[in-house]
């Protein structure tokens, strides 16, 4: 504890002279650095872990229809607010700017889905469900231009930064930006278990409250099935939970996703980074572990401004080492599934996994903007064509990895509504109106361009050159 201490006082007169930052920014940042060096127990008691009940974890067939009313609806839908997590960028898939206004299908970028999505709930009841924005200070500037494309919508839009926090030098653990790192590379945002106290000092909730707000829908600006769902917030609302998570089977894919779990009498999500070696492989089995987390939540608004004001939201810490200009740093993160152990009445919904349709990768992009879905009303559907429950896995090499090139080497974007697995490498090209079914691996040999025809079909076939076409 002493060698803790060493390190704190030091720090604490360094955050003081940064004059970037806010004081609550500065007391969340040395509070979580305090207690990283403290060494809280981020590891869980294997044996004491056990399978939540369908009290914990409530089916979603099991929930109440929602009455018939359209003035019943309305009453649920004012109470709600829908935030949006948009603080990251599309540097993953090459673009600059903030991930939503990756453009998704006909033209519309996630963000234009989304308001789109609100806006027709707002017409159909007469309700005012506002859509609010966690940017971080990379996506602050550009989502405030974007945003004025939609000010004469029917939505009310409010922004708000997450906390920018510095990344600190592993070395002598002191801020990157007193050591001179003043551009954005001396900074972070730390994770989104931070949209509890930005809400807050932002002065977002208490706005929000006198309004007569009630929930929360926090859901990652890129995840496509995360809409307004009035079953969920019908439940939360008869009985009383603060907090909801939806969490949705399991599959070989999502191995990795942090799962729910009862432990010591409470609900609590459990992440790979906190499960010892020896138990990493039982983590990942679909077994023993059967759902994860879609990071849509439901949290009551009144309950996070109780537990921010007593600082109760002592969520796990997720150490994220980097590397600046040669400088090895650390960025100490939360995550906001996390908190759910902290609310009272805390449940998981076992949603469909129709909720859970992320666009992390080029390869995400292709399923969504196939005939595998089609788009009403904002809201992207999946084709009653498609006999099996689960999507194609798709695997694009690195050729395809930037979304340019991506929408460059598809003339159209192929038929996949009997896919079942399709694996590209090198420079490969596609005409338009190409159906591929089955499995499909098509592989250019080093140096070769490799053309796939207009209106080509292809089915459990290896091309591996234009003689296997």
Known sequence: MAAATDKITPLKSAVAGLNQISESEKNGFISLVSRYLSGEAQQVEWSKIQTPTDEVVVPYDSLAPIPDDPAETKKLLDKLVVLKLNGGLGTTMGCTGPKSVIEVRNGLTFLDLIVIQIENLNSKYGCNVPLLLMNS????????????????????????????????????????????????????????????PSLKNSGKLDSLLLQGKEYVFVANSDNLGAIVDLKILNHLLKNKNEYCMEVTPKTLADVKGGTLISYEGKVQLLEIAQVADEHVSEFKSIEKFKIFNTNNLWVSLSAIKRLVEADALKMEIIPNPKEVDGVKVLQLETAAGAAIRFF???????????????????????LVQSDLYTL??????????????????????????????????????????????????????????????????????????LEIPDKAVIENKDINGPEDL
Do not use: M
């Open 344 to 366: 009272d009445h805390a449940i998981g919904i076992n949603v469909p996994r129709s909720r859970f349709l992320p666009v992390k990768a080029t390869s995400d992009l292709l």
């Open 376 to 449: 009403e009303d904002g809201y992207v559907i999946r084709n009653k064509a498609r006999q099996n429950p689960a999507n194609p896995s798709i695997e694009l090499g690195p050729e395809f990895k930037k979304v340019a090139n991506f929408l460059g080497r598809f003339k159209s974007i192929p038929s996949i509504i009997e896919l079942d697995t399709l694996k590209v490498t090198g420079d490969v090209w596609f005409g338009i109106g190409v159906t591929l079914k089955g499995k499909v691996n098509i592989t250019a040999k080093a140096g070769v361009k």
């Open 137 to 196: 200070f990379n996506t602050h500037e550009d989502t405030q231009k974007i945003i004025e494309k939609y000010s004469k919508s029917k939505v009310e839009i409010h922004t708000f930064n997450q906390s920018q926090y510095p990344r600190l030098v592993v070395e002598d653990f002191t801020p990157l930006p007193s050591k001179g790192q003043t551009g954005k590379d001396g900074w972070y945002p730390p994770g989104h278990g931070d949209v509890f």
